[in-house]
């Protein structure tokens, strides 16, 4: 997971000559890089089984969880559900 700070996305885009930050794994951002921002990043990131952390860590690899392949076919299960659904909803309503 990579900390920075939001001066840090103006600095970038002015490096690379853009005027939007490419997409990536989701960045930590904080108003400063102190050891006390940083620990309150971490303390907040632990919460809830550390949900957002394992996300965020697992968001930065193209394998396992986010392989494309997996990724599509939630998409398609998804679609399926939710058309099911509406079909439900559609008879119900009518």
Do not use: C, Q
């Amino acid at each position: 997971m990579d900390v920075s700070t939001p001066k840090n996305y103006y600095w970038y885009m002015d490096k690379e000559g853009l005027d939007y930050i490419p997409p990536s794994a989701p960045d930590i951002i904080v108003r400063s890089l102190t050891k006390e921002n940083i620990r309150k990043f971490v303390e907040a990131f632990a919460e809830d089984d550390a949900y957002w952390m394992k996300l965020y860590f697992l968001s930065g690899d193209r394998k396992g969880v986010f392989d494309m392949d997996k990724m599509n076919k939630m998409l398609v299960d998804v679609k399926k559900t939710n058309d099911t659904e509406y079909k439900i909803h559609e008879r119900l309503v009518s």
